[in-house]
RNA sequence: GGCGGCAUAGCCAAGUGGUAAGGCGACGGUCUGCAAAACCGUUAUCCACCGGUUCAAAUCCGGUUGCCGCCUCCA
């Protein structure tokens, strides 16, 4: 069975066939580094490194470049607000980035190439494009010329003439056309600045991104991925830009990702809703991001809020409650013989056995991560029956059949960057950050419990429901197990 | 104004021709001193509305309504 992917350019889903038989080349817009990452970039991260890594999970050999901009009008503008130079402003929020992506447990792309080190590649290109009567310089700017490309448009599905029509772009004299777009721009005072044919300037924004992903995928690239709004203009630029200049097709698949709104609201500076990741990660921990997007089909929009990623919480500790009690069950003595209905372990069997399959199902048909996720609750009912049904008391079979479903926690796990931790610590931090919410500390429940228990052996159900109302009333929910009475955080 | 997308149970969310995954919540049961957790069961005769195509449609086509995105920097 093959991956078939939604294809932007066309508006299907299409079977995946790549380039060169077993080797996928994918290039990501990455981010413009002046600010600290939001939840926005984040799953745009998390969606494309999902895909990467089922890519690699199906054996194809990927290269997966994502991009730095680190020369930009933003950029600019809060080096002037800080005082310092573009580059300052550039390696700090690269680093920031970095240090975000490495707790969201994100693979490292094959290359992470930026702008800047790329200038005379660009300068190349955009001669050649000048040279091919595609771009015309007008004073020490550089534009694309859109009308005399064919396909301007097919991407965005929009008409050359009905956007002229539309007369939102703003007329500049130095453009043929106002749909033209920069290819290279004269430095003013201050800025930063390259030597070009064309005197001191900059290039413009889409061209980095057809001469890095030419210079490490080639000319014609199998997959090249980003948010939505970067359908127009960027990549129907970037795709103007490279066919004009190759002749060839730029792109194969184009995918894109779906917006995050917050509380139903779309994520903007001026609505001051920005939610950087850093933010995000002081109250959740990162699986917990990440489940909550592949819970969703990438294309579609997600809405943030407290309740969404509560909720996800709450799915994430079960699966990991399950892990542990798995765990624990696999270090229990086996016994030869139990009186448990065969049928009852059938059912858990076929479940358990099927879910490479079914997984791989849902992920083929464009990464439906939502499907394959629920795939991955019917698992863990299976599992917990299992345990139910062993209670402590597993067969050799039973074990067996456990095992198999912690190998697939953790070898489908890793494609969805779940499961990573270790339960017990997990758990235990959770724990953790539950006393310190709840202010309380873990010396004050141990006690009540000790308390409890003495009520319990004394068959003082009174007493020993009130303490348990109590912790409740505060938060902490007791467990009473044939092994002792263990608590959680509500 | 142009282009695109979405509308599935109380909530979240898969499903693009064969008769509605999954999660949360709720309810009933098993277990338990009672609970909790876990397990079992119930919870959409129906997929915004109207019409059409088809043996068969949430799924395709036409229309209506509502919401959203893009068209300007943006993941």
């Known amino acids: ?148 490309f064919k396909d301007y448009g097919k991407l965005s599905k929009r008409d050359l003439e009905e956007m002229q029509a539309g007369a939102r772009v703003e007329i500049d004299e130095k453009k043929e056309n106002p749909l033209d777009f920069a290819l290279w721009k004269a430095s003013k005072p201050g800025e930063p600045f390259w ?70 609201e779309k994520m903007s500076k001026s609505l001051g809703n920005i939610l950087t990741i850093r933010e995000i990660l002081k109250d959740w921990h990162p699986e917990v991001l990440r489940l909550f997007f592949l819970s969703h089909h990438y294309r579609s929009p997600v809405d943030y809020s407290e309740d969404s990623f509560g909720e996800a919480q709450k799915g994430l500790d079960r699966f990991y409650t399950t892990i542990h009690e798995i765990q624990e069950e696999l270090k229990r003595p086996l016994v030869s013989q139990s009186k448990v209905d065969p049928t009852a372990i059938e059912n858990c069997r076929s479940v358990i056995e099927s879910f490479p399959a079914r997984f791989e199902e849902a992920m083929d048909d464009d990464f439906n991560t939502a499907q394959a996720l629920g795939y991955f609750y019917d698992l863990q009912t299976q599992l917990n029956s299992l345990l139910s049904l062993s209670k402590g008391r597993p067969t050799e079979e039973m074990i067996s059949m456990l095992k198999q479903g912690l190998n697939h926690f953790s070898m489908k796990g890793w494609v969805f960057g779940l499961f990573r931790e270790d339960p017990e610590r997990y758990l235990a931090q959770r724990k953790k950050e539950g006393l310190k919410r709840l202010n309380l500390t873990e010396q004050t429940i141990l006690q009540l419990i000790e308390e409890r228990n003495l009520a319990r052996k004394a068959k003082n159900w009174k007493r020993a429901d009130e303490i348990r109302n109590d912790l409740l009333s505060k938060g902490v929910v007791l467990e009473d197990t044939p092994s002792g009475t263990t608590w959680k955080v509500k």
């Open 195 to 264: 030597e070009s044919p064309w005197g001191k300037g900059r290039p413009g924004w889409h061209i980095e991104c057809s001469v890095m992903s030419q210079k490490y995928l080639g000319e014609t690239l199998d997959i090249h991925g980003g948010g939505r709004d970067l359908i127009f203009p960027h990549h129907e630029n970037e795709i103007a830009q490279s066919e004009a200049a190759t002749g060839k097709t730029f792109v194969r698949y184009w995918v894109h990702n779906g917006f995050v709104n917050i509380n139903k």
């Open 1 to 148: 069975m093959s991956i078939r992917l939604h294809n932007t350019l066309t508006g299907n889903k299409e079977d995946f066939v790549p380039l060169h038989d077993k080797k996928v080349g994918m290039y990501v817009c990455g981010v413009t580094v002046y600010d600290l990452s939001h939840i926005g970039h984040a799953r745009s991260a998390i969606v494309f490194d999902t895909i990467y890594r089922y890519f690699r999970y199906c054996g194809y050999e990927v290269t997966f470049v994502r991009n730095f901009t680190d020369v930009d009008d933003k950029i600019i503008k809060r080096a002037n607000e800080e005082g310092v130079d573009t580059k300052t402003i550039a390696e700090k929020y690269i680093s920031e980035f970095n240090i975000d992506m490495g707790k969201l447990g994100l693979e490292k792309p094959s290359v992470e190439p930026r702008a800047t080190d790329h200038i005379p590649e660009m300068i190349r290109l955009i001669s050649a494009l000048v040279q091919k009567g595609f771009a015309y310089q007008s004073g020490g700017d550089v534009f694309f010329s859109v009308q005399k």
